[in-house]
């Protein structure tokens, strides 16, 4: 079975910079999917990177601010958060799963998740 642990959260300024860690064993074995879930809102697909390729997906949301990356070597996957703005508040969860090709706009097809970080975004 695969334990995801994220850490990096916390609260932070707008335009300011995070960094999320996603520590997985067994990582070499799947795909991973940043999510994240606001307040009264449905989870979403933030961003997704595949074990083949290490392709990477962004939510359009994101696109240009977040970047995603893996090292298989420390059982990482980071999602580096540039310009965050307070629409980015929100529980952030990485997701394990099996596939080489990770959908990012259906979560519920992950098999494994991680307990979720809190990201606060405010002056």
């Known amino acids: 079975q695969v334990q995801l642990v994220e850490s990096g959260g916390g609260l932070v300024q707008p335009g300011g910079s995070l960094r999320l860690s996603c520590l997985a064993s067994g990582l070499d074995d799947y795909s991973i999917g940043w999510f994240r879930q606001a307040p009264g809102k449905e989870r979403e697909g933030v961003s997704c990177?595949?074990?083949?390729?290490?392709?990477?997906d962004y939510a359009d949301s994101v696109k240009g601010r977040f970047t995603i990356s893996r090292d298989n070597a420390k059982s990482t996957v980071y999602l580096q958060m540039n310009s965050l703005k307070p629409e980015d508040t929100a529980v952030y969860y990485c997701?394990?799963?099996?596939?080489?090709?990770?959908?990012?706009?259906?979560?519920?097809?992950?098999?494994?998740w991680g307990q979720g970080i809190q990201v606060a975004v405010s002056s």
């Open positions: 997701a394990a799963i099996r596939s080489n090709w990770p959908p990012l706009n259906d979560p519920w097809v992950y098999e494994y």
């Open positions: 990177i595949s074990k083949m390729d290490a392709g990477t």
